[in-house]
Each structure stands twice: as C-alpha cells, then as structure tokens.
C-alpha cells in the first residue's frame, strides 16, 4: 500500500511537470523545428465584422465608434450587431448607428451561437471577424487579421489581446494578464507547429466558407467556430499584430463566474471536435489539444490527490513530508492572497499569484463537477467592467 502511494506520488509530480513544463518545451521544440511561417500580403477582402450584444448599453457607443474608425476600406467592410434579445439601451444605442452603415439584429433571448449564426446568414464578407462588445481595436487591426488570408492554407486567424489595467480592480486582474502574456507567447510558438489551440472572442477571422455554425448552444462559441477550420484541414495561425484592448475582469467572485461558464462551455467544445484529438489525423495538433485543453482542466484533480497521497506518506521521509509542508504554505499564501485582494499588499506577486491560481484551478474544478451534473450553460451574462 506504501509503494502504491509513494508511486502515485511521483505520477502525480510528473503530470503537473508535463503540464507546466515539459509540454511548454515540446511545443518551442517542434515550434523551432517546423518553423510554419504565414505567406502574408497586403490584401483588403470585403469583411463582415460581427459584434454579438447582450445588455452592452455601457460599452456599444465606444465599441462602434471605434469600429467605424479602423483602417479599412468602407466599401470593403460592413459591421453587424446581433443583439440576443438585450432589454436595456442596446438595441437603441447601434439604431443610432444605422445612417453610418451599422446593422442591428434585434433578436429573441435564445444564447449568443445562435445570434452568431444569425449575423452570419446577414453577412455579405468574404472574412468574418467576431469581436466582443468591450474590445477596442487598433487602427490597423482588420488589415493585419487580413493579410493572413493571403495564405491559402490559412483559414482563421486570432488577433493579439491586450488587457489594459482595469479601474477599481482587485489583483484577480492582475493574475489575469499575468497568465494570458505567457498564453499568448504560447500561442506564437504554436502557430508556428501549424496550429494554435483555438482563437480568442475579443478578436479571429475565420474564411466566411469555413464557419460551421456549432451543433450545440452549450459550447464556447469561439472555440467552436475557430476549431471547425481545422477540422476542415486548414491552419489556425496567430497574428501578434493584429491588436485588441480590452479591461480584465475586476472581481475574483465575478472572474471565478466567468471562468467556470468558459471552461464548462469549453469541455463541452472538446467533446464535439472529439474528431481533433485522433493524432493519426491532425498530428501534433491533437497531442496539443490534449494538453491544453484536458490535461490542464483536471489540474486540480491531480492537485488535491498529490496533497492527500503527500500527508499520507509525510511520516515515511521527510522529503514527503517537506514536500506537503510546501504545498500547504502555498496554499495557505492563496488564502491570504485572496483575503489581501483589494490591499497594496495583495499585489505582491507572493501572494496574487498563488491566489489566482488556485481560483482558475477551482473554477477548473466546478466546471468539471457541473459537466458529471449534465449543467449545460446555453446563454451568457458577460462579465464587464462596471457592468
């Protein structure tokens, strides 16, 4: 029973090793061995942006302003708002939009995939760019998403998001753009293995004959959407030039809701391209998706076993024992973290980090929980700034 234990130990180790690290290292690995570089030219394909609402009566005046104000040619670009059945100013708001071109979808209350799929049907674009309603682009965004279409082989592309400092937040932001700066060098690295995992809601293209509206509501739409163009055997690249602003989430209760929608909807995704994990035919990609995507979800089953197996075994050695000890002070220092939220203190990176990694990985958790539970999460409240 002892050997069963100190075994399952070392198992437990390796597992979080390969997660944190050593599938880092195989991806820079094949990253600089392939070396899968865009064919890009300077190309302006007419292009439907595409701006899905729910209750953005904070947000859509400054959204679309900015949206009118990109570098792309008018002729060539047409921006749609499917609002999925907002009940406050919303709807009023893009109406004033109309004379510049803007088209408002006024739809029932049925999620945001099928108010996607709805403006896609209204699109004319050869590029469909999906954008939320709180992303403010660079000037030049559209034409650098653009010119990754060049490539034949190309059939989506996911911009660069950029959080900014959110006002009156607590240091769950911080741990935020904390994780998403590295997530992002990953993605540079895995564009150049052929594919990057899936794009991100704030700002992709996809070719408008690639778009398969997803067969569930219960899906992340963008992993769903972005995903399907690999499925149909052409590359999804990352365009770090492509730039988008948008503020972090500024409360860890609101951040831990997020979360748990995000991950739950995105397990759900992974069972419906299940198909892309077969390595046989997307290659590396699927071992990717694996990782990324399963492996790091059920971090926190690996996570509480490891401290339960550590205790087990703390009196046979001291390593084991030191080895629990550490894993309770971390733990221990997320508590604090969590409790120093909104104090200069809890910006010590000694503490926020600890603490925004044990709330990502409790939202892992609870997402999971609810996908045993069959919890199907169809519709979306976003989780803005100030909202």
């Not at 629990?324 to 910006?347: D, W």
Request: aromatic share 12%; charged share 20%; glycine share 6%.
């Amino acid at each position: 029973m002892l050997a069963l234990a100190v075994a399952s130990f070392w198992f437990l180790v390796a597992m979080l090793v390969y997660v944190y690290v050593g599938f880092t290292l195989l991806v820079v690995l094949v990253a600089q061995m392939r070396r899968r570089h865009v064919r890009k030219q300077e190309i302006t394909p007419r292009l439907s942006l595409i701006i899905p609402v729910w209750n953005e009566e904070r947000t859509i005046a400054e959204r679309l302003d900015n949206a009118l104000a990109l570098d792309y040619p008018k002729a060539a670009l047409e921006i749609i708002v499917p609002s999925d059945g907002s009940n406050d100013r919303t709807e009023e708001i893009v109406k004033g939009y109309a004379a510049q071109g803007v088209r408002l979808l006024a739809l029932p209350r049925r999620g945001k995939i099928p108010a996607i799929k709805d403006a896609v049907a209204a699109a004319t674009g050869e590029l469909l760019v999906f954008s939320d309603a709180n992303s403010m682009y660079e000037r030049n965004a559209l034409r650098m998403l653009a010119r990754n279409f060049a490539d034949p082989e190309v059939g989506g592309v996911c911009g660069n998001q950029i959080y900014v400092k959110a006002k009156a937040a607590d240091t769950t932001s911080q741990g935020e753009t904390l994780y998403w700066a590295f997530d992002k060098w990953l993605k540079q690295n895995e564009s150049l293995t052929g594919n990057i995992v899936s794009a991100h809601g704030a700002i992709y293209a996809v070719r408008r004959g690639l778009y398969r509206p997803p067969a569930s509501a219960a899906v992340t739409d963008d992993f769903a959407i972005s995903t399907a163009v690999i499925e149909q055997g052409y590359r999804l690249v990352f365009e770090s030039e492509a730039i988008a602003y948008e503020e972090p989430v500024p409360a860890a209760k609101r951040e831990f809701g997020r979360k748990v929608r995000i991950m739950n909807r995105g397990l759900r995704g992974v069972l419906l391209r299940k198909r892309l994990l077969n390595p046989f035919r997307y290659g590396f990609y699927s071992l990717v998706l694996f990782s990324h995507k399963v492996l790091r979800r059920v971090v926190p089953f690996f996570l509480l076993a490891l401290l339960a197996v550590s205790w087990v075994i703390s009196a046979q050695h001291e390593f084991y024992f030191y080895a629990a000890a550490a894993q309770a002070f971390f733990y221990i220092m997320a508590g604090l973290g969590y409790m120093l939220r909104r104090h200069r203190l809890g910006r010590l990176k000694f503490f926020y980090i600890p603490f925004f990694y044990c709330l990502a990985n409790a939202a892992a958790l609870v997402a999971f929980l609810k996908l045993f539970a069959g919890t199907r999460i169809e519709f979306w409240q976003p989780q803005r700034q100030g909202s």
